[in-house]
């Protein structure tokens, strides 16, 4: 590719590696509410949300015996579907050790930090598809595409699709189409390719963009024909 895609792919696959370490992180955060008898992913939608987050950081501060129902109840945001006695009862008798605060404190101080890395990669992301902005402006028009997205899918293809021989080609490079397995004339059923390993995981989530979009439904309606007969992992990579 051209030195400056080179470049974006450099800073697109830097931002994919902190998302990774990002969901690592979080996995270690919800160990530590596990552990420690803390219930709030059973009744929060996030368990990074705000709400979330700050009852999070009231029971640091607290133990079991001394938190206070109205103090939960000021914490919850208006757009939380959870009532202030679910939140209370999905914390009530927890017990968070030395070594647990510690290390929720240390992950949680990680977490902040990779969001602001993250955040920063994206912005020079930005800055360096500028020149192909309108690019990224026709991509972004399909249902499930961002902005952030296109620009994500425009790092690792490039703009010149002469280097495709057809649409078909272009799946195959992205590692979404199954592997040839055919034997004494029978064609017999086989997984995906393993190429792709930073754009496929993209068009993954654009797909599960695309199916939950209720002003263009179309790809919503195909998934739904591919899932009764081919179950749902295969309906979401074949609409990626």
């Excluded at 974006?8 to 370490?21: Q, W």
């Excluded at 790092?155 to 078909?168: K, L, P, Q, W």
Aim: aromatic residues 8%; positive net charge.
């Amino acid at each position: 590719p051209p030195k400056d895609f080179r470049q974006l792919r450099e800073i697109s696959r830097y931002r994919f590696k902190l998302v990774c370490m990002k969901t690592s992180e979080k996995n270690r955060v919800q160990n530590c509410m596990t552990v420690s008898n803390i219930a709030l992913a059973n009744y929060v939608s996030d368990p990074f949300s705000k709400t979330a987050t700050d009852i999070m950081s009231y029971l640091l501060q607290h133990t079991s015996d001394d938190i206070c129902e109205k103090d939960i109840q000021k914490m919850i945001r208006k757009n939380s579907k959870a009532t202030a006695d679910e939140l209370f009862a999905s914390i009530k008798g927890y017990t968070i050790e030395a070594d647990q605060a510690k290390k929720l404190e240390l992950a949680r101080n990680h977490l902040e930090y990779l969001d602001g890395m993250i955040k920063s990669t994206e912005t020079e992301l930005y800055i360096r598809i500028k020149p192909y902005w309108d690019y990224v402006e026709f991509v972004s028009t399909m249902p499930g595409m961002t902005q952030l997205s296109s620009t994500i899918v425009l790092a690792e293809t490039g703009v010149n699709m002469a280097i495709f021989d057809d649409s078909g080609h272009l799946c195959s490079w992205c590692g979404l189409t199954p592997r040839s397995n055919e034997s004494a004339g029978k064609k017999y059923s086989s997984k995906i390719m393993k190429a792709g390993a930073y754009l496929k995981p993209m068009m993954v989530q654009c797909a599960l963009a695309a199916i939950a979009s209720k002003k263009q439904p179309y790809f919503a309606i195909k998934s739904r024909r591919i899932k009764k007969r081919r179950g749902h992992k295969k309906a979401i990579i074949a609409i990626a």
